[in-house]
């Protein structure tokens, strides 16, 4: 089978767990783009988000290990749903094959340009002053953690308000209807770059390409902080060993693309690819990474 995958005239759906216009969902567009121009294959890209990724991934986890139904999605799936839910309807590792992870990237803490916020130490300043009245947007894990875990190092009160993807909460965040927000750089850059949002620091260890002038977390005042988030590529489980190969291949063969380099360009996104057991044991290590930053920041399981 896999020598004649993909067959002629069979679409692959390549399932997303977040909403249009998300970063995942731009990735997973610049490798369906790719995949077509490589092997002319014909690639759906479905979004399917709500439920912090879970409605993807059971739909994904459900489907036959055909190669016609693919998931690229995120560390929020795959490594920190199962510390945020107390029951999850897919398991995270035993209901995937996978194929490679693709990248590594980071978020932008952002405010409305109107807000009286100009720095980090602004904002939890004012977070100190008035204990749970400010409040932040999430619409991944990542976001989520990412202003948990600020919180946490900072020893500040400050109210979650959910999202099913990030570019709603930047609706709000535009609007005015919540204080900041993670976002990923995706996400992010369009809106800095207009000048509709201001970033106030960067989430990882170091300043990012896209945007030198904005500084780290940790360099505005909250040593130590540093939040990353990862994307990938899974079958359902049950898939053929030469499938798995097959999709490896094609999707190493797709990262070098021009349309997906450009992507991690313009996004300060890091290339990374694994073999199928690589990203197994990473996700692995990386679930007890998340779960452990999960604890410490004290979230308590939905």
Partial sequence: MAASYPAPGKPITLVVPFGAGSGTDQQARAYAQALSTEFGAEIV??????????????YVAKAPADGYTLMLTTNTTQAADEHLFKKLSY????????????????????????????????????????PGKL???SGSSSSRVAGELLKQMTGTDIVNVPYTSNPKSIVDLLGGQIDFMFADTSTALPQMNGGKLRALAVSGTRRL??????????????????????TAAYLPKGASPELQKRLHEMFVKASSSQVVKTYYTNTSAEAINTTPEGLMNFQITESKKWGDIIKKAGIQPE
């Fill in 91 to 130: 398991d995270p590792v035993k209901d995937f094959t996978p194929i490679t992870l693709l990248s590594k990237g980071y978020m932008f803490l952002l405010v409305n340009p109107k807000s009286p916020y100009k720095t980090v130490s602004d904002l939890i300043a004012a977070a100190r002053k008035a």
């Fill in 209 to 230: 390409a896209s945007a030198p002038d904005v500084p780290t977390v940790s360099e505005s005042g909250v040593k130590g902080y540093d939040m990353s988030y990862w």
């Fill in 135 to 137: 409040n932040f947007g």
């Fill in 45 to 58: 890209v479905e979004n399917k988000g709500g439920a912090s990724g879970m409605i993807a991934a059971q």
